[in-house]
């Protein structure tokens, strides 16, 4: 194993530089990968502009990215899971295993999850990465890289359903077509989901959620969204409206789109803290509001579904870059926010091609 490698390095914002580091080494629990594809996630373009998100600032470099696959290339002492050459997929979020959310399954509550590209922790856009081997998850033969990197984003869609308990008989509207708004229609649809309707403003987006499978894609600003949304599902409106464009309008309009009796389910994430919601109209609908961060338990049963169903989730990916061209792939996708939907890194091939 050689001691140093590259790894794009964030200092500030704006200020990310290829850098030679040392190469990690896996505790006794922990695996070193080999990375082959990592995405950009919108939390990291975010980092990358501003410096922070919340209370969690980068006050000191940091390496991004966390939506990853590879290749298993050394592992520690205890390690059993898993042995050197296998390809995986890695859950980049590390938790402590003994408190109650754990315990209970909701494991992305842990108060102490260690989460990858999350300050101060470093993230994966270098060669390698030393992962604690439980939070690594065998690729089927024939699931490619790729696919294992978008387990994450997919695993979000994933968690969504489960909250929601969605089911094939439900007609499901998803709002917001990037990446998360067009994997959860991915997931709605390894759920036996046949009524399935995305709305967004950009046509490229909505294009991309009938390549998905979607029944429809309809654009909120071209008249009375609530007529055409009944149009759509034959005189009802959505047994399951899933949010993700974070957008605040498109919050409090949820409430229009779901039938009574209907669920919510709330993943983009707002800029804004106080979003008008129609309390009373809740109240009388008896809607149930389910908030989604992250995900938990969704990589074993993502990899199944994938592997068993015909759906093509590398459809999201509209973009892929060596890591040497780092910047200017992070750059693509903060400015080109609409025709860039996932942008992928592939660390090992410009070490192929000599670059
Ligand atoms: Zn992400
Ligand atoms: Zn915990």
Request: net charge negative.
């Amino acid at each position: 194993m050689k001691a140093t490698m590259s790894a794009a390095v964030l200092d500030r914002p704006f200020s990310m530089e290829v850098k030679q580091v040392p190469v990690p080494v896996p505790k006794a629990d922990e695996a070193l990968i080999q990375v082959h594809c990592i995405g950009i996630c919108g939390s990291d373009v975010h980092y990358y502009e501003h410096g922070r998100i919340g209370r969690y600032e980068v006050k000191s470099p940091i390496i991004l990215g966390h939506e990853l696959a590879g290749v298993v290339v050394q592992t520690g002492a205890s390690v059993t899971n898993v042995a050197i050459g296998d390809r995986v997929a890695v859950e980049p979020g590390v938790t402590c295993g003994r408190c109650e959310y754990c315990k209970s399954g909701r494991y992305n509550l842990c108060p102490d999850v260690v989460f990858m590209a999350t300050p101060p922790v470093d993230g994966a856009w270098a060669e390698y990465v030393a992962v604690r081997s439980d939070f690594l998850f065998k690729l089927p033969d024939g699931m490619s890289f790729e696919e294992g990197a978008l387990l994450e984003p997919l695993s979000v869609g994933f968690h969504a359903m489960q909250r929601a308990k969605v089911s094939p008989k439900d007609k499901v509207l998803v709002t917001g077509l990037g990446p998360i708004g067009l994997l959860a229609m991915a997931a709605a649809k390894m759920f036996g989901v046949t009524q399935l309707y995305g709305s967004d403003v950009v046509e490229f987006r909505r294009n991309l959620a009938l390549q998905i499978g979607a029944s429809g894609a309809l654009n909120p600003m071209d008249g009375d969204l609530q007529a055409r949304i009944r149009e759509a599902f034959d005189g009802y409106m959505a047994d399951v409206v899933v949010e993700t464009s974070g957008n605040p309008k498109a919050i409090s309009d949820t409430i229009n789109l779901v039938k009574r009796g209907g669920r919510i389910v709330l993943i983009g994430l707002p800029t804004t803290d106080a979003i008008p919601l129609d309390i009373p109209a809740l109240i009388d609908a008896e809607l149930d509001v389910y908030g989604v961060f992250r995900y938990a338990n969704t990589y074993p049963a993502a990899i199944q579904a994938l592997r068993n169903s015909d759906q093509k989730i590398s459809q999201v990916v509209t973009h892929r870059f060596g890591l040497h061209d780092i910047k200017e792939a992070v750059e693509l996708a903060r400015t080109n926010k609409e025709q860039s939907i996932k942008v992928m890194i592939y660390p090992q091939r410009e070490m192929q091609s000599g670059d």
